[in-house]
């Protein structure tokens, strides 16, 4: 346990250490996630990716996610039953609270369903897989995701997904897959996919409140939705 520790602290002294260099190099080489996986392994840790996340941003990850998701998960699961009627997608996962209502699948159900409710399509951001097909294929052409790997019908773990690469397993809520991939775009300077721009946007800047200053048009108006007392 010592060693392990100890080991942790080179660790976080290495990559303090060698910020500037890396930064520099992500952002002004545009290296792909390969090769930074391969230059710098120890950065694919869920501790790392969020220490990366502060070194720049100055804001904790997860501590900036959750209190911001948990503040407009009323608001915008009372927001999705409006609009069930015109999406069967929304209604039937919807459903799920009437048998699991626990704030783990709250959260699930928000985040999922964002992109329907902001009229986006999500069909490449999530991919469902069989734990059977060979990894090198399950994430192939997908730019940025969550793979949700199935054995039948039970779910054995999620990924987050950057560039064809599979970063992070075991992951188990959907709701922290999320926050890992949203510190991931961050740390490695990737675009947010233009498919699901708005939906990027009202996580980072309604829910994290990072840029929030600077919304397009139509996510202010979602913003402002949230924080007015009755609609």
Same mark, same amino acid.
């Given at each position: 346990?010592?060693?392990?520790?100890?080991?942790?602290?080179?660790?976080?002294?290495?990559?303090?250490?060698?910020?500037?260099?890396?930064r520099k190099q992500i952002v002004e080489e545009e290296p792909p996630v390969a090769e930074v996986k391969m230059?710098?392994?120890?950065?694919?840790?869920?501790?790392?990716?969020?220490?990366?996340?502060?070194?720049?941003?100055?804001?904790?990850?997860?501590?900036?996610?959750?209190?911001?998701?948990?503040?407009?998960?009323?608001?915008?699961?009372?927001?999705?039953?409006?609009?069930?009627?015109?999406?069967?997608?929304?209604?039937?996962?919807?459903?799920?609270?009437?048998?699991?209502?626990?704030?783990?699948?709250?959260?699930?159900?928000?985040?999922?369903?964002?992109?329907?409710?902001?009229s986006e399509d999500p069909s490449k951001f999530l991919r469902t897989v069989e734990a059977t097909e060979p990894?090198?294929?399950? !994430? =192939?052409?997908?730019? /940025?995701?969550?793979? @949700?790997?199935?054995?039948? $019908?039970?779910?054995?773990?999620?990924?987050?997904?950057?560039?064809?690469?599979?970063?992070?397993?075991?992951?188990?809520?959907?709701?922290?897959?999320?926050?890992?991939?949203?510190?991931?775009?961050?740390?490695?300077?990737?675009?947010?996919?233009?498919?699901?721009?708005?939906?990027?946007?009202?996580?980072?800047?309604?829910?994290?409140?990072?840029?929030?200053?600077?919304?397009? !048009? =139509?996510?202010?108006? /979602?913003?402002?939705? @949230?924080?007015?007392?009755? $609609?």
């Amino acid at each position: 346990m010592e060693k392990k520790r100890a080991d942790m602290k080179k660790i976080e002294e290495m990559m303090v250490s060698t910020f500037s260099l890396r930064r520099k190099q992500i952002v002004e080489e545009e290296p792909p996630v390969a090769e930074v996986k391969m230059k710098w392994p120890a950065f694919f840790t869920e501790q790392q990716i969020g220490a990366e996340f502060t070194r720049i941003t100055s804001v904790d990850l997860t501590q900036s996610f959750f209190p911001g998701l948990d503040q407009h998960l009323p608001r915008l699961l009372t927001f999705y039953r409006t609009k069930t009627e015109r999406s069967p997608e929304l209604k039937k996962l919807l459903l799920k609270l009437e048998s699991d209502n626990s704030n783990s699948m709250k959260r699930a159900i928000t985040l999922r369903r964002l992109p329907y409710f902001l009229s986006e399509d999500p069909s490449k951001f999530l991919r469902t897989v069989e734990a059977t097909e060979p990894e090198e294929s399950m !994430a =192939r052409d997908m730019n /940025v995701g969550i793979l @949700l790997v199935n054995d039948g $019908e039970d779910l054995l773990d999620m990924t987050v997904v950057p560039e064809d690469q599979i970063i992070l397993h075991d992951i188990k809520d959907f709701s922290k897959a999320v926050t890992m991939l949203m510190g991931l775009l961050y740390v490695l300077n990737i675009d947010y996919p233009v498919e699901l721009r708005y939906t990027f946007e009202v996580i980072q800047k309604v829910l994290m409140n990072i840029g929030a200053d600077h919304c397009s !048009a =139509r996510v202010h108006g /979602v913003r402002n939705r @949230l924080l007015r007392k009755t $609609e």
